[in-house]
């Protein structure tokens, strides 16, 4: 297997040189592999999300390297990286335009990291693009293509940001709690969907979920951070064979403390 | 009756020529979500470069599209300093409104230029129609067709713009910037492109009101802005938010409504001097009538 993303020694802290400082990251070295499924789990201020941010380019390490395909893009600003990199946020709210429409989002998620130029957004041939492509979500949403996507619930925005983020040429999925604001059955079909498409355009996934079930239950490989580093790393069989209780008696050992404890096994 | 027709026929001279700057302004305003002060400084220096070229005896209708270019140098300059210095945008408009003071001074060379016998893009019409065998005065009557045409024109110009790629990740530059860049775009690009295109149709708005006016001045500019998002706001309490399209009729029907409603202030009484308080008293209107309505909808 040949890697695909890997992150040497970066660290980051946040409010440096002030009583408020936070070492988000401590050199953390991560290297993933082409078509991982990666889960990610940690306490709260464990880095999680502060390492997709970096991966995503929102926020540049102070010290170390991303790499990305062989390529240097520690530095490089969020545009640049979009034609590979697609990323849901918790909030429906963040990967979704609220005040545009179903098709006006999904046209400008089609030309995700091409130019723009003075080309008519919306064809007759892209709504049936559009709509071939929403119905098997299953929510009804080819039939709105003209509503505003504020109209829409929680699930179906995250529904409408996950075909965004994987339908033009995306090649790494950084989901950051994406089910965490919807309700347990909304959840379990907006991660049924995230596995769909994953399989079908053969990406290389991050997800971060605070279900520890979730965690052990989807993906190839679970890793689990403490501190602004990889203390857990473990695949394939050995991840299968992975228990709530192990995980809980791991994260023990860190010295993860007893309230983070209750965030961890609240699902 | 001729002083009802009178109001009727300068509510519709007026307002048409004041909508291209309702559409600038909206683009800033409604679109980016911020107050752009640029226009205090790009609507009179759409006046003078139209006045200083035209007393140099250039065709009108180059005059007023060098206007409007000059619009979007300006729309471009408040883009580059609050993307590239990463100065606030309202800011940005500020310092872009006081710079843009002096080079109106400096492009008229002077704080007032007449304008009574130079040729208009609107006697220049008039005199081509007539040349096709028509006859017709260049007067009110003749103004407020050439207006409409110019008008719808460049609403569908803009209608067009905010359906392709770029237009549509302009206006998503205004309301997700975090979700459009994601997705590839260089949000300093649009940004560019949004508030050179809004600046433009200010300046453009300057240049025929001058013409109309037949001077421009250093001072047409002072609360523009304010008269802009009025008719923004007016439109907005109309017809609520909407499609692109409904936006453009909205604000051309709010720039038309706030002119009446300027005249009959006048008609009622009000002093020249009172306009810039009932304007703001026509601003707090169209912000809380929405409110009422939802009030009483229930």
Same mark, same amino acid.
């Given at each position: 297997?040949?890697?695909?993303?890997?992150?040497?020694?970066?660290?980051?802290?946040?409010?440096?040189?002030?009583?408020?400082?936070?070492?988000?990251?401590?050199?953390?070295?991560?290297?993933?592999?082409?078509?991982?499924?990666?889960?990610?789990?940690?306490?709260?201020?464990?880095?999680?999300?502060?390492?997709?941010?970096?991966?995503?380019?929102?926020?540049?390490?102070?010290?170390?390297?991303?790499?990305?395909?062989?390529?240097?893009?520690?530095?490089?600003?969020?545009?640049?990286?979009?034609?590979?990199?697609?990323?849901?946020?918790?909030?429906?709210?963040?990967?979704?335009?609220?005040?545009?429409?179903?098709?006006?989002?999904?046209?400008?998620?089609?030309?995700?990291?091409?130019?723009?130029? &003075?080309?008519?957004?919306?064809?007759?041939?892209?709504?049936?693009?559009?709509?071939?492509?929403?119905?098997?979500?299953?929510?009804?949403?080819?039939?709105?293509?003209?509503?505003?996507?504020?109209?829409?619930?929680?699930?179906?925005?995250?529904?409408?940001?996950?075909?965004?983020?994987?339908?033009?040429?995306?090649? &790494?999925?950084?989901?950051?709690?994406?089910?965490?604001?919807?309700?347990?059955?909304?959840?379990?079909?907006?991660?049924?969907?995230?596995?769909?498409?994953?399989?079908?355009?053969?990406?290389?996934? &991050?997800?971060?979920?605070?279900?520890?079930?979730?965690?052990?239950?989807?993906?190839?490989?679970?890793?689990?951070?403490?501190?602004?580093?990889?203390?857990?790393?473990?695949?394939?069989?050995?991840?299968?064979?992975?228990?709530?209780?192990?995980?809980?008696?791991?994260?023990?050992?860190?010295?993860?403390?007893?309230?983070?404890?209750?965030?961890?096994?609240?699902? | 009756?001729?002083?009802?027709?009178?109001?009727?026929?300068?509510?519709?001279?007026?307002?048409?020529?004041?909508?291209?700057?309702?559409?600038?302004?909206?683009?800033?305003?409604?679109?980016?979500?911020?107050?752009?002060?640029?226009?205090?400084?790009?609507?009179?220096?759409?006046?003078?470069?139209?006045?200083?070229?035209?007393?140099?005896?250039?065709?009108?209708?180059?005059?007023?599209?060098?206007? $409007?270019?000059?619009?979007?140098?300006?729309?471009?300059?408040?883009?580059?300093?609050?993307?590239?210095?990463?100065?606030?945008?309202?800011?940005?408009?500020?310092?872009?409104?006081? $710079?843009?003071?002096?080079?109106?001074?400096?492009?008229?060379?002077?704080?007032?230029?007449?304008?009574?016998?130079?040729? *208009?893009?609107?006697?220049?019409?008039?005199?081509?129609?007539?040349?096709?065998?028509?006859?017709?005065?260049?007067?009110?009557?003749?103004?407020?067709?050439?207006?409409?045409?110019?008008?719808?024109?460049?609403?569908?110009?803009?209608?067009?713009?905010?359906?392709?790629?770029?237009?549509?990740?302009?206006?998503?530059?205004?309301?997700?910037?975090?979700?459009?860049? *994601?997705?590839?775009?260089?949000?300093?690009?649009?940004?560019?492109?949004?508030?050179?295109?809004?600046?433009?149709?200010?300046?453009?708005?300057?240049?025929?009101?001058?013409?109309?006016?037949?001077?421009?001045?250093?001072?047409?500019?002072?609360?523009?802005?304010?008269?802009?998002?009025?008719?923004?706001?007016?439109?907005?309490?109309?017809?609520?938010?909407?499609?692109?399209?409904?936006?453009?009729?909205?604000?051309?029907?709010?720039?038309?409504?706030?002119?009446?409603?300027?005249?009959?202030?006048?008609?009622?009484?009000?002093?020249?001097?009172?306009?810039?308080?009932?304007?703001?008293?026509?601003?707090?209107?169209?912000?809380?009538?929405?409110?009422?309505?939802?009030?009483?909808?229930?």
């Amino acid at each position: 297997m040949t890697s695909i993303l890997s992150l040497a020694g970066v660290s980051k802290r946040f409010h440096a040189g002030t009583p408020s400082e936070v070492s988000a990251l401590r050199k953390l070295h991560f290297t993933v592999e082409a078509g991982d499924f990666v889960t990610i789990i940690g306490s709260n201020g464990a880095g999680k999300s502060t390492l997709l941010k970096v991966v995503a380019g929102m926020v540049i390490p102070d010290t170390g390297t991303v790499t990305f395909e062989g390529r240097d893009i520690t530095r490089s600003p969020v545009y640049r990286r979009a034609a590979v990199i697609g990323r849901i946020a918790q909030d429906p709210g963040d990967s979704t335009c609220a005040t545009m429409t179903i098709e006006e989002n999904l046209a400008m998620a089609e030309r995700r990291g091409r130019p723009r130029g &003075l080309r008519r957004a919306i064809t007759p041939s892209a709504r049936v693009r559009f709509a071939a492509a929403l119905a098997p979500i299953g929510l009804g949403l080819e039939m709105r293509l003209l509503a505003r996507v504020g109209t829409l619930s929680g699930g179906q925005r995250q529904a409408l940001a996950l075909l965004m983020a994987t339908m033009a040429g995306a090649q &790494l999925l950084l989901l950051d709690e994406h089910l965490a604001a919807l309700d347990p059955r909304t959840a379990e079909t907006v991660m049924a969907l995230t596995q769909r498409l994953v399989a079908e355009h053969h990406l290389t996934t &991050l997800m971060i979920t605070h279900k520890m079930q979730d965690a052990i239950r989807i993906g190839n490989r679970l890793i689990m951070m403490h501190e602004g580093r990889v203390i857990l790393d473990v695949r394939d069989v050995a991840k299968a064979a992975l228990t709530v209780e192990a995980l809980v008696a791991r994260f023990h050992e860190a010295g993860g403390e007893i309230s983070e404890d209750r965030v961890l096994l609240a699902t | 009756m001729a002083q009802l027709q009178a109001l009727i026929l300068n509510m519709f001279e007026q307002g048409f020529l004041f909508a291209f700057l309702g559409l600038g302004v909206l683009i800033t305003f409604r679109f980016f979500r911020f107050p752009d002060l640029t226009a205090e400084g790009s609507y009179p220096l759409g006046g003078a470069v139209a006045a200083a070229l035209l007393v140099h005896g250039l065709d009108p209708f180059v005059a007023t599209l060098a206007a $409007a270019a000059a619009g979007a140098g300006a729309g471009t300059i408040t883009a580059l300093i609050h993307t590239k210095l990463r100065i606030n945008n309202i800011v940005a408009g500020i310092i872009a409104m006081t $710079a843009l003071y002096s080079v109106n001074l400096r492009v008229m060379g002077k704080a007032n230029t007449p304008l009574l016998s130079t040729p *208009s893009v609107f006697s220049e019409t008039v005199d081509w129609l007539n040349r096709l065998g028509l006859n017709l005065h260049d007067n009110v009557f003749t103004t407020i067709p050439i207006a409409l045409v110019l008008l719808v024109g460049a609403g569908l110009a803009l209608i067009w713009f905010f359906a392709t790629d770029l237009g549509l990740a302009v206006r998503a530059t205004g309301q997700n910037e975090a979700m459009i860049a *994601s997705l590839g775009v260089d949000t300093d690009r649009t940004k560019m492109v949004g508030l050179a295109l809004s600046n433009s149709f200010i300046a453009l708005s300057g240049a025929l009101v001058a013409q109309n006016h037949g001077f421009a001045d250093i001072g047409m500019g002072v609360g523009i802005l304010v008269t802009g998002a009025a008719a923004v706001l007016i439109g907005e309490a109309i017809f609520g938010d909407r499609t692109v399209t409904w936006w453009i009729v909205a604000v051309i029907c709010g720039t038309v409504i706030y002119r009446l409603l300027v005249a009959l202030a006048l008609r009622i009484g009000f002093e020249p001097v009172d306009l810039r308080l009932v304007t703001a008293v026509l601003l707090l209107l169209a912000l809380t009538i929405p409110r009422w309505r939802v009030l009483v909808l229930r």
